[in-house]
């Protein structure tokens, strides 16, 4: 039996596996600093903090990556003054150039969300967006937001795995995959010219996805660190069904040969589907269903 890794190892596996994605990031991610990156990043916030969240004097976001939220929301004005941190050198590095090509000014840090290098009670936000699922120590980093809160601050973490997300998302992985020769033949595209699914890329994965979430361990995890008005949401149901069919057929074909009119098809229809998600599905069902999760939650005082 294989031993799980320790802390240290996947707080290490997390910072090179990230270091090494900084340069192809955006790109994979469809990452926007435009329009359509502050529709998506407000869009987001606004579901749980309101129409018109902010503004917020000081942000602290954790794991920032390539500066997708951060960057956005000082663009829109909803944040005064951004710092961001990662635990990754090389994703802060991509977020500087970033910010320098945006004319944005940041502060940032390269750590652990458990050991935030701050003094207490220094930000009205911290947020972050699909990082809580890395954190080896849920309890002691949601400490640290407590701390480097100023009192009746604010909370947001978003795109958080949910447990049966996760497990819905394999099957249209699997059928893209099957329909994969056939959907290349239809539209007379060339194969990947190398596999992208690198065993080692697997293997590394498997060590810095540390969590899938139900709400309660969200809830739980925000209380037990003394925040109140704790509220946790779900999004995001056939949009990522489209989106993961269409991102397995694509990443099968020589990403050269795919043509404009689809990969324009498979962008509407996901806005298209995520609009649908929004106005029906996610009032009407339970959170942990979607795909997605959301906490927000106020520090008392
Ligand atoms: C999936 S990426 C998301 C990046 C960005 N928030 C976004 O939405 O594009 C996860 C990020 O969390 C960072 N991360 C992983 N473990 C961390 C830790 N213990 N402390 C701080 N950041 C961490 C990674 O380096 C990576 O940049």
Same mark, same amino acid.
């Given at each position: 039996?294989?031993?799980?890794?320790?802390?240290?190892?996947?707080?290490? $596996?997390?910072?090179?596996?990230?270091?090494?994605?900084?340069?192809?990031?955006?790109?994979?991610?469809?990452?926007?600093?435009?329009?359509?990156?502050?529709?998506?990043?407000?869009?987001?916030?606004?579901?749980?903090?309101?129409?018109?969240?902010?503004?917020?004097?000081?942000?602290?976001?954790?794991?920032?990556?390539?500066?997708?939220?951060?960057?956005?929301?000082?663009?829109?004005? $909803?944040?005064?003054?951004?710092?961001?941190?990662?635990?990754?050198?090389?994703?802060? =590095?991509?977020?500087?150039?970033?910010?320098?090509?945006?004319?944005?000014?940041?502060?940032?840090?390269?750590?652990?969300?458990?050991?935030?290098?701050?003094?207490?009670?220094?930000?009205?936000?911290?947020?972050?967006?699909? $990082?809580?699922?890395?954190?080896?120590?849920?309890?002691?980093?949601?400490?640290?937001?407590?701390? $480097?809160?100023?009192?009746?601050?604010?909370?947001?973490?978003?795109?958080?795995?949910?447990?049966?997300?996760?497990?819905?998302?394999?099957?249209?992985?699997?059928?893209?995959?099957?329909?994969?020769?056939?959907?290349?033949?239809?539209?007379?595209?060339?194969? &990947?010219?190398?596999?992208?699914?690198?065993?080692?890329?697997?293997?590394?994965?498997?060590?810095?996805?540390?969590?899938?979430?139900?709400?309660?361990?969200?809830?739980?995890?925000? =209380?037990?660190?003394?925040?109140?008005?704790?509220?946790?949401?779900?999004?995001?149901?056939?949009?990522?069904?489209?989106?993961?069919?269409?991102?397995?057929?694509?990443?099968?074909?020589?990403?050269?040969?795919?043509?404009?009119?689809?990969?324009?098809? &498979?962008?509407?229809?996901?806005?298209?589907?995520?609009?649908?998600?929004?106005?029906?599905?996610?009032?009407?069902?339970?959170?942990?269903?979607?795909?997605?999760?959301?906490? &927000?939650?106020?520090?008392?005082?």
């Amino acid at each position: 039996m294989v031993a799980p890794p320790t802390e240290h190892e996947i707080l290490d $596996v997390n910072r090179r596996y990230h270091d090494v994605a900084a340069g192809s990031y955006d790109a994979k991610w469809g990452i926007s600093f435009g329009e359509i990156g502050h529709q998506q990043v407000l869009g987001k916030l606004t579901k749980l903090l309101g129409p018109r969240p902010g503004p917020f004097a000081e942000s602290l976001e954790i794991g920032a990556g390539t500066g997708y939220f951060s960057l956005n929301l000082l663009q829109t004005g $909803v944040v005064r003054h951004a710092t961001c941190t990662d635990i990754s050198p090389g994703m802060l =590095a991509t977020l500087e150039r970033n910010a320098e090509m945006l004319g944005l000014d940041v502060s940032t840090a390269a750590c652990d969300a458990a050991e935030l290098p701050f003094e207490d009670e220094s930000f009205d936000l911290v947020l972050g967006h699909a $990082v809580l699922h890395h954190l080896p120590d849920l309890p002691r980093a949601f400490a640290e937001f407590a701390r $480097v809160l100023r009192p009746g601050g604010t909370l947001f973490f978003a795109g958080e795995p949910s447990r049966s997300g996760d497990k819905l998302a394999a099957f249209p992985k699997g059928a893209a995959l099957r329909v994969a020769p056939l959907w290349r033949r239809a539209l007379g595209l060339a194969p &990947a010219p190398h596999d992208d699914a690198d065993p080692e890329d697997h293997a590394l994965e498997a060590v810095v996805d540390v969590h899938a979430f139900v709400p309660s361990d969200l809830e739980r995890h925000a =209380a037990g660190a003394g925040f109140g008005g704790v509220r946790v949401q779900g999004e995001e149901l056939l949009a990522n069904w489209f989106g993961w069919f269409n991102r397995t057929l694509e990443s099968s074909a020589d990403p050269r040969s795919i043509p404009g009119p689809w990969i324009q098809y &498979a962008y509407r229809g996901y806005i298209a589907l995520q609009r649908v998600d929004r106005l029906l599905l996610e009032p009407r069902l339970p959170p942990r269903i979607f795909y997605n999760l959301m906490v &927000a939650a106020r520090k008392p005082g």
